[in-house]
């Protein structure tokens, strides 16, 4: 019997077996697929990829899908921040030209439990902006500052205009798809900002660096001071982008 005649039973064994294992792995996806759509399904809502987003649950692996259909939707985006009590009240979409405009267009005033300098921006940029205030900030200034936040100060979210320092490549700010976050007010009266108490070794600038670095994982791009100068004073903040943190 030559090798190749030896070696033809194994192969038919070892494709049978991976056939049989691709099978029995589709089925258990297929059924897992299944049980979590079921209307009792005991799976928590915070763990299912097919139910919507809610702010304020705990941030499981499931939540970034939960967050990528919510900004997708304008409708299932209202809905998740009225569900979570964001004062986002609505405005007819802002049409420019082919570069300015505002999609799913708002005027936001508070987010979970801070409020925020009143801001023209989409739906997409208030929900990422309400997630991180109530899973970075927050909890961050509890730690650090033995207090909470009272109120975001803003410079402005839309802005027709390109990118500072290109002549060809547009803001992102032109969509409102960007906000720039200049500092804190806290509920114990101090006024903190980027500007003045970025540097340093206290714990307002632990504080700010702490939540510079939370907002990376809500938005998809964010630059700060150590950026370059034209951000000293402000956290850029944006819903389009590859992960850039700086």
């Known amino acids: 019997m030559t090798d190749e005649k030896k070696r033809r039973p194994f192969i038919r064994r070892a494709a049978f077996s991976a056939f049989w294992t691709l099978t029995v792995l589709a089925a258990l996806a297929g059924g897992g697929w299944w049980l979590v759509g079921l209307p009792n399904s005991p799976l928590p809502d915070h763990w299912n990829p097919r139910?919507?987003?809610?702010?304020?649950?705990?941030?499981?692996?499931?939540?970034?899908?939960?967050?990528?259909?919510?900004?997708?939707?304008?409708?299932?985006?209202?809905?998740?921040?009225?569900?979570?009590?964001?004062?986002?009240?609505?405005?007819?979409?802002?049409?420019?030209?082919?570069?300015?405009?505002?999609?799913?267009?708002?005027?936001?005033?508070?987010?979970?439990?801070?409020?925020?300098?009143?801001?023209?921006?989409?739906?997409?940029?208030?929900?990422?902006?309400?997630?991180?205030?109530?899973?970075?900030?927050?909890?961050?200034?509890?730690?650090?500052?033995?207090?909470?936040?009272?109120?975001?100060?803003?410079?402005?979210?839309?802005?027709?205009?390109?990118?500072?320092?290109?002549?060809?490549?547009?803001?992102?700010?032109?969509?409102?798809?960007?906000?720039?976050i200049t500092g804190m007010r806290l509920a114990d009266g101090r006024r903190l900002t980027l500007l003045a108490d970025w540097q340093g070794d206290g714990p307002e600038a632990a504080f700010l660096r702490q939540i510079w670095k939370g907002s990376c994982t809500w938005f998809r791009l964010v630059l700060g001071p150590d950026y370059n100068r034209l951000h000293a004073d402000h956290f850029h903040m944006q819903n389009t982008g590859w992960g850039f943190c700086r």
């Open 51 to 180: 139910k919507d987003l809610v702010v304020t649950a705990p941030v499981t692996p499931v939540t970034k899908l939960q967050l990528m259909r919510a900004v997708a939707d304008e409708a299932t985006c209202r809905a998740v921040l009225d569900q979570a009590g964001v004062a986002f009240s609505h405005l007819d979409d802002l049409v420019v030209n082919e570069n300015c405009g505002i999609a799913g267009r708002g005027r936001l005033t508070g987010l979970t439990s801070a409020g925020i300098e009143p801001v023209e921006t989409r739906c997409a940029t208030a929900l990422r902006l309400t997630l991180w205030e109530h899973h970075v900030v927050q909890p961050a200034a509890r730690e650090l500052l033995g207090t909470e936040v009272s109120e975001l100060l803003q410079i402005g979210s839309y802005n027709c205009r390109k990118i500072r320092g290109s002549t060809d490549a547009w803001s992102s700010h032109a969509t409102a798809d960007g906000i720039d």
